[in-house]
């Protein structure tokens, strides 16, 4: 709850911190750690943003949200081609 009220509040970095240590503490709740990967995304963290969705494809390809996520990230960072396959 802590990683969203920041999340709401505009602590975006403090969220994904959240985030990322609520999902070491708990990792079957993987939406943590998109959550974390949204956060880190929306401060302009791209990179980082992408190995975590990239770590979450590798455990489950079958998550349309995180490849879509990758795939915007992976747009933003200029790596178009990659961006394509993902989307």
């Known amino acids: 709850r802590?990683?969203?009220v920041l999340y709401a509040n505009g602590a975006?970095?403090?969220?994904?911190?959240?985030?990322?240590?609520?999902?070491?503490?708990?990792?079957d709740l993987e939406g943590l750690e998109a959550s974390s990967g949204q956060?880190?995304?929306a401060i302009g963290d791209d990179a980082s943003a992408i190995a975590i969705y990239r770590s979450m494809l590798e455990r489950r390809?079958?998550?349309a949200e995180v490849l879509c996520n990758?795939?915007?990230a992976l747009r933003r960072t200029g790596h178009l081609e990659e961006a394509?396959?993902?989307?």
């Open 84 to 87: 394509v396959v993902a989307l």
């Open 70 to 72: 990758l795939g915007h």
């Open 12 to 27: 975006l970095e403090e969220a994904a911190q959240h985030f990322r240590r609520a999902f070491r503490a708990q990792p």
């Open 39 to 41: 956060c880190l995304a």
């Open 61 to 63: 390809p079958d998550q």
């Open 2 to 4: 802590l990683g969203l």
